[in-house]
């Protein structure tokens, strides 16, 4: 007989806090108490709550409890930013990264314990999936992203200024869990991050992006990186499920529902010789007409089971100059962290595969290795990759 948890206070957001309070008769306001003690001052022990009454706290320590994962390992980049390993229940290690910028510091962090959708620019990707992470590892890396950089106490400032869910899985395929880690990120009682400063990646789950308004107002990103379906689906196998035409509309009704003037970011990851062309760039232009949008280019970040490479910076800046004569706003991603596995596509983690992708991929690239060294031409990784749509 598997044993009932209980419930998980450090995962719970206000609304739920309330419900559970007042299942125990107890006052709404108990569910702000305890929203601040653990995501504003860092306190995880019930007894140092000292403005809930000694009763009560005897109570929540019989029928509650605090946890979070464990952070493992802390490497730091030349350039300041943070990459931890981070163990979830599932026995799982997913990853967390901070860049400090002037002004802002910006914390990326995992959503699943690796992702079933193979994208095949993204090394997460190649690991194949375990499990969703639960909201109490989603907001906990938030969490213990603050203990590390001395953000509760008032020791610094906040530290994290801004969330973007686009380190490891894909959001909105954990859609409950991550709206709840969202709300409890974006409470005045608890981190009061603003809906600006709070970003769902996401690579075009069209019924979840559909459904998003009723739950959250967080920035959207889009994660593109073709100008047309046949590439899109070569490289993301999700668009021949939700092809672009649907997933912009979708995103534009998203943005529509929004109360203030916001643009969702495209995100673009140039890889060389497979959509970096300055047609490509051209063909973004037209398709990208109609909604209003920044577009974000990503150099493709190498990782080991990829053949692909990162493009000249010629070939970067001319598909930036297209866009712009365009008329539109595009930044060039800096390569941050890449010294410690941490740069943008480059999360890898340690997950106990269920989808038996990985061994394939490490199968494949270990045929195209040996093909290579033996002289025999290889495929360009597009031609390689395994259309996937079916398992969504
Ligand atoms: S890019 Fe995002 S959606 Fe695609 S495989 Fe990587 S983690 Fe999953």
Not at 267 to 288: F, K, M, P, S
Request: charged share 25%; glycine share 6%; with cysteine.
């Amino acid at each position: 007989m598997t044993a009932t948890r209980k419930p998980n206070l450090a995962g719970l957001s206000l609304a739920k806090l309330r419900a559970l309070f007042a299942e125990a008769g107890e006052k709404p306001f108990r569910a702000e108490q305890i929203l601040k003690w653990i995501h504003q001052r860092g306190v995880l022990d019930i007894d140092l709550m000292t403005d809930i009454s000694k009763d009560l706290r005897e109570k929540l320590k019989l029928s509650t409890e605090i946890s979070l994962p464990k952070i493992l390992e802390d490497y730091e980049s030349e350039d300041g930013s943070h990459k931890w390993i981070v163990e979830v229940a599932s026995g799982s290690r997913v990853e967390m990264v901070f860049i400090p910028e002037s002004g802002r510091g910006t914390l990326c962090i995992s959503s699943q314990a690796g992702c079933s959708l193979d994208c095949s620019f993204c090394a997460t990707g190649k690991q194949g999936f375990n499990s969703n992470l639960t909201v109490a590892e989603i907001v906990g890396q938030l969490w213990w992203a603050n203990s590390q950089l001395g953000g509760f106490h008032g020791k610094t400032e906040r530290p994290v200024s801004n969330v973007v869910m686009m380190g490891m899985g894909e959001p909105l395929l954990n859609f409950d869990n991550v709206m709840d880690a969202l709300s409890i990120m974006m409470d005045d009682c608890a981190y009061g991050l603003s809906k600006r400063k709070v970003t769902i990646s996401t690579s075009g789950v069209v019924p979840a992006i559909d459904r998003l308004k009723d739950f959250t107002d967080a920035s959207l990103a889009i994660s593109l990186h073709a100008p047309n379906d046949e590439l899109r689906s070569k490289i993301m196998p999700i668009n021949n499920k939700y092809p672009i035409k649907e997933l912009l509309r979708s995103v534009q009704s998203y943005m529509d529902s929004l109360p203030d003037k916001r643009v969702p970011v495209i995100e673009y990851t140039l890889i060389a010789g497979v959509n970096d062309h300055r047609q490509h760039a051209r063909d973004l232009a037209v398709l990208l007409e109609q909604l209003p949008c920044k577009i974000n280019l990503i150099p493709f970040n190498p990782f080991s089971l990829s053949d692909y490479r990162r493009p000249s910076s010629s070939s970067i800046s001319n598909f930036r100059q297209i866009l712009q004569k365009a008329g539109y706003t595009v930044t060039v991603r800096t390569t941050r962290a890449d010294d410690i596995g941490a740069a943008c596509g480059q999360l890898v983690g340690d997950v106990d595969d269920q989808t038996r992708r990985s061994d394939r991929h490490k199968r494949r690239h270990a045929q195209s290795e040996s093909a290579r060294k033996d002289g025999v031409k290889v495929f360009d990784s597009t031609d390689n990759l395994a259309v996937a749509a079916d398992r969504l």
